[in-house]
Structures are given as C-alpha cells and as structure tokens.
C-alpha cells in the first residue's frame, strides 16, 4: 500500500476508521526525513494492512502542533484510535518492523484496561 498524505481534514477519519495507522511527520527541507522516507515507503509496501500516513509539518502546522511534535522525523503509531507508539529520529528499517510487529501482536483489551485503571488513579484525590 502507498502512502497517504493526512491533513487535518482527513486525519481523524483515517485513525478512526482504521485498525492500525502509523504516522510520518516529516518536512521537505528535512535530511534526515529524506533519508528515511524509502524505509517508510518500503515498510508501507510490505504492510498493506497498517494505513502509512505522512504529515508535511510545513503544510500540517495545526497538526503537528496538536501532537506537540518539536522535532522531525517523528513517527506515531495509532491503533484502534490509541497511540501505542511515539519518537522521534529516523528509525532503521529493522526497528521500524519490530515496532510494526509488536503492536500487530498487543492485546488491546489488556491495554484499554491498563489505559482505564491509569486514568481512574489519577482522578482520585491524593490525600
């Protein structure tokens, strides 16, 4: 599968509707974003059941800024609408499998579950 260029008007449809999508925000200036763009596309290519996005951060500001996203590359990986996964700095191609390859094998019962009782211990007032 190719790669789809996500923009604000897009991009809460397509993590929304899909199972697993992992995002690129890159910039055209950016060397190291060049140097791993073909490792991107390459893993996109070999995945076709994972939506590969790319977020332009020149064109996507609002976007990037939603994420807080100071420095580029940095890779987000959503799945069932949680992100499971954020860094920045380009990745090698075998780590960008191993991170494809854990979040296809997570239990995200288990992590909603984790997510829930995380959230209900930090409303509870600390005495």
């Excluded at 995945?47 to 890779?75: C, M, W, Y």
């Excluded at 090698?92 to 191993?98: D, H, N």
């Amino acid at each position: 599968m190719a790669t789809v260029e996500l923009t604000k008007e897009n991009f809460e449809r397509i993590v929304t509707e899909s199972p697993m999508v992992i995002v690129d925000f890159w910039a055209p200036w950016c060397g190291p974003c060049r140097g791993f763009a073909p490792i991107y596309e390459k893993a996109a290519e070999a995945h076709g059941d994972v939506v590969f996005g790319k977020i332009n951060t020149d064109q996507e500001q609002e976007l990037a800024g939603a994420f807080n996203i100071r420095s580029i590359p940095t890779l987000m990986l959503f799945r069932e609408k949680v992100v499971l996964f954020q860094q920045a700095g380009a990745l090698p191609a075998s780590a960008l499998e191993q991170v494809i390859s854990q979040a296809k094998t997570l239990d995200m019962a288990k992590v909603r579950q984790e997510i829930a009782e995380r959230e209900q211990q930090e409303a509870q007032p600390q005495a």
